[in-house]
């Protein structure tokens, strides 16, 4: 049996590229717009996050089986998910391993944004769907 058999929902895919698309939007317009996109920089921009959201997808199920049932299951799944995803991305970043540092107002603008991308994506995939 591995970890991940009974918490992850093939079915919740296309949960999680929208999951993604909204992370990887939100920081690559950021960096656009401070003129900071490089493709180098980049991935260490992503890393913290990414690495947030797998873990903080494992432990609250953001795609367990049920998850993509219905925006009730999945819109609260997928906004604690990002909670955690971005505590963990933003501890990550404090870190000299990872680069941009850790501004008070990328901290608030990166959790709430993303956080109504996934949210909002989220119930949009059940609204077109159903």
Known sequence: MSALEGRVDTAALPLAVG???AILGVLTYGMIE???FLPERAV????P???GWALAAMLIGAYSPGAAE?????????LRTW???ALIGFGLR????FPGGLDAIFIAITLVLTGVLIG??????FKLLG
């Open 83 to 85: 909670v955690l995803a």
């Open 49 to 51: 996050f990414l690495i």
């Open 44 to 47: 260490g921009v992503y890393a």
């Open 34 to 36: 401070h003129a900071t």
């Open 70 to 78: 219905s925006a009730k299951a999945a819109v609260p799944l997928g």
């Open 19 to 21: 999951d993604l698309l």
């Open 94 to 97: 404090w870190t000299p391993v």
């Open 120 to 125: 909002g994506l989220r119930w949009l995939y």
